[in-house]
């Protein structure tokens, strides 16, 4: 039996890297790939709502941790709703933020999947480290909050006295440890802004570190305006770890300085007011070579006169 084979044609990919693809190709290919994404999503909502009632124990505790949450009449964590759906919205929440978080690398590939064709090979590769750093990141904040959540309650609870009773709303809590978390989580990102603005040439690792006091006070009045508890140990917390990704950011920044020869151009040690010398050249001018006038053309004869001869 022989079997005919065809030329594979150019990819997806290649078409919309090339401009080839017309523009209701274009919007075809996004409405695939947001059908794909919404239908991942889908699935890990159903996966997070079978995770809802663990996760929500794990966010519950730093505060069940204390000796001030437990009920003495059961033992166990104090927690209170205020309406009856309460815990059941809450768990329909939790289920939607652990779906978008187990379906991650399904929508993010068909996020990057639709962008990537418009950028250069380069900023591809640029985008493939970022996120591998953001990552981690933002999970090294996450864990962070939980450390402040724990000091943070500790300390405010603490801070009432043993004659009030305190009890905490179930939902307000949640919303409370969760908001610290993502706070937590995108200003871990910052050192990625830094790189990114040494990475593509507008800020030199020099200049970066010119600005380390700037940067510190920075980071010491943002923790301040977002760290929820007023304790310190939060915003020392948040602020000691900024300023370390920001040298760490910096450090960086100084090997790729390096590795490109930054810094050694020509006029590199010359400062922006200094005159730089001339160089005067005192050979004489030779004299210019005469040029001679043109002969003048002969007048053209009158009308009349040439139509008298021409008779």
């Known amino acids: 039996m022989a ?49 809802a009632e663990p996760v929500r124990r794990l966010l519950s505790q730093p505060y069940c941790e204390l000796p001030a949450s437990i009920d003495p009449s059961t033992g166990k964590c104090n927690f209170v709703q205020l309406g009856v759906a309460d815990v059941f919205l809450l768990n329909l929440k939790i289920g939607l933020w652990v779906g978008l978080i187990v379906a991650a690398p399904v929508w993010l590939y068909q996020l990057w999947a639709f962008i990537a064709p418009g950028l250069h090979r380069n900023e591809r590769r640029y985008a493939y480290i970022f996120t591998a750093l953001a990552a981690p990141l933002f999970a090294a904040g996450a864990v962070l909050a939980f450390f402040v959540t724990t000091k943070g309650l500790e300390f405010l609870l603490n801070v009432s006295g043993d004659d009030i009773a305190t009890t905490l709303e179930v939902t307000r809590y949640i919303s409370f440890v969760t908001n610290l978390i993502l706070l937590f989580g995108v200003a871990f990102e910052f050192p990625l802004i830094v790189l990114m603005l040494n990475f593509v040439g507008l800020a030199s690792a020099k200049r970066l570190l010119s600005w380390w006091r700037v940067a510190i006070f920075v980071f010491f009045a943002f923790s301040a305006v977002v760290t929820p508890t007023p304790d310190p140990f939060g915003m020392t917390a948040l602020a000691l770890c900024l300023t370390a990704l920001y040298f760490a950011a910096v450090g960086v920044a100084f090997l790729n300085d390096r590795r490109r020869g930054r810094g050694k151009e020509a006029y590199a040690g010359i400062a922006d ?37 021409m008779t």
């Open 3 to 51: 079997f005919a084979l065809r030329k594979r044609g150019p990819s997806t990919f290649e078409r919309a890297a090339d401009g080839s693809m017309t523009l209701m190709e274009h919007v075809r290919e996004l409405r695939n790939r947001l059908f794909r994404a919404s239908l991942a999503i889908l699935v890990g909502f159903g996966f997070g709502i079978w995770l």
């Open 273 to 309: 007011d200094e005159v730089s010398p001339l160089e005067l050249d005192d050979d004489p001018i030779a004299p210019g070579q005469r040029v001679e006038a043109a002969a003048p053309v002969a007048a053209a004869a009158p009308i009349e006169r040439r139509y008298d001869e």
